[in-house]
Each structure stands twice: as C-alpha cells, then as structure tokens.
C-alpha cells in the first residue's frame, strides 16, 4: 500500500510532450530515396539562386489529439543561426517555432550548417483529418519556403476505462481505496487517478493524487493489449466521520475529460 501526501489529484498546465504509444508516422518521401536521406543541394527543397533557404519536413507522427511535425531548416547564408518554421494543421492549429533540435545527418550533408537544425513540433488538435504543413520563414533571406505537406488523420480520443473496487476505512483516519484504470489509446503506460475524499470533484475537502501502476492480472485477461499493471492499492488520510470517496481514472490525452470510476461511502 503507498501513503500519499496531499497534493493536486490532477494534471495541470502544460506538459512535454512525449510520443505516445500506438503513434504512427506518416513519412514524405523525395523520389526513389526515404526523406531521411539527404543529399547536399538536391531535390524540392533546395537551395536556389536565389534563395538560401533549405529543409525537409520528413514525417507527422500521429497520436489520439495530436500531430508531431519532424524534419529539418536552414537558412545558408546564416548557417550558425536557428531559422524559424511555421506550420499549419488545416485550419485546426498554427504556428511557429526554431529548428535547433539536433540533426547529425543535416551536418553530414551541408559541413558548414552544424548539427542543430531540427525540429520536433507537437501540436495538440482535436481528432479529423488535416493537411499538416510547413514552411521555413525567414523574411531577411527572401520569400517563405514550402517544407512540404502531409496528410494526416488524427484519431478520436476513446476515453479511460476502470472501476473503484473498495474504498474502507483502516484506522486512524486513514482510508485504502483500490480499484484499476487505464487509457485505451496508451494502453501500456500507467494512467494516474485523482482521489477525492468527501464527495466527488468540487465538493472533497481533500484530494490526492496516485498512479494505476500495480498489478491486476485480472485486467490483463479481459484487456490482453493493456497488461497487467494498471492496478492501485492506496491508502490516504481522512477524517472522523462518514463521507463519500470518489476516485477518478486520468485522461492521458492533454485535453480528454477524467472517468468517474466509482463513489464509496466510508466511515473513518
């Protein structure tokens, strides 16, 4: 059993991203050769007479409420500088952002850029279908450049599952609730869960914050994709009394809504 401390039962403010588990990249491809492979002064994207500009926007790695853009930007005539992108996801998101994430094989194919002229650009939108596209947008070096385009299809968010098993008082105030949650689209990592004790969101006089982390062999028979390690056995403090425990299963999606897994009665 794990003893928590009183701190927010849920996620707040930005998080960073990290690629969830089930996302599929979509790769553009340059003629014949994988866009991953470069060749100094070739293909769609290269420099001109005219202009310096140079990048690839190589894939869109696609997640439940979210796009990643992946590729590479410079600018030749300031090869020591960031150049900044701009993206759109159809009409759903925009934006900018530097490509300086390193990209050893960009170094390889152009010595005097360096390393760091990557980009890895997560963008939250709802599910639907997007033309997701970049240019690189450097108004000192002449016109925007097209990075390329790809369509992508964003899938719908299907929501957490789980249930509240017990909620019981052990003594001294404390109270054991257990139950299991995890989310379908990232079915393998530990999902967290809100603890609310004394009614549910918006009326506990406190709440706690846990992970769905322990094993639950029984989940993993009924949901053989997710495993068995989305179990929680946590023991929280509360007061004298008999009031409800509410426990909620977070959402791993950054704007899907919490599940209700259960109120129990309890008296500490």
């Not at 105030?173 to 689209?185: A, H, K, L, Q, Y």
């Not at 004394?198 to 639950?216: E, N």
Request: hydrophobic letters at 40%; one cysteine or more.
């Amino acid at each position: 059993m794990k003893n928590l401390n009183v701190r927010s039962a849920f996620n707040s403010g930005p998080r960073p991203h990290k690629r969830r588990a089930g996302a599929v990249p979509v790769v553009a491809l340059l003629g014949a050769a994988a866009a991953f492979v470069l060749v100094p002064q070739s293909g769609a994207t290269a420099a001109t007479a005219t202009s310096p500009l140079i990048g690839h926007l190589d894939s869109v790695t696609v997640a439940t409420g979210e796009v990643v853009l992946h590729g590479w930007a410079a600018d030749l005539s300031t090869p020591h500088i960031a150049t900044h992108i701009r993206y759109t996801v159809g009409t759903a998101a925009s934006g900018t952002s530097l490509a300086q994430d390193s990209r050893p094989d960009v170094g390889l194919a152009y010595p005097s850029l360096g390393t760091l002229h990557g980009f890895n650009v997560p963008v939250y939108v709802p599910p639907g279908s997007y033309p997701v596209c970049a240019t690189i947008n450097e108004p000192s070096a002449g016109p925007a450049k097209s990075l390329g385009c790809l369509q992508v299809t964003v899938p719908a968010d299907h929501g957490p599952l789980g249930h509240l098993d017990t909620a019981r008082s052990v003594g001294g105030s404390r109270i054991e609730v257990t139950g299991w949650t995890f989310d379908p689209d990232a079915p393998t990592t530990a999902s967290t869960i809100g603890i609310y004790v004394g009614g549910p969101f918006g009326s506990a006089f406190v709440a706690y914050a846990a992970q769905a982390d322990q094993p639950r062999p029984d989940v993993a028979s009924v949901f053989p994709s997710a495993g068995p390690l989305h179990g929680f056995d946590v023991t929280v403090a509360g007061r004298p009394g008999t009031y409800p425990v509410c426990v909620y299963g977070n959402n791993n999606y950054i704007y899907g809504a919490p599940l209700l897994l259960g109120c129990l009665t309890v008296t500490g």
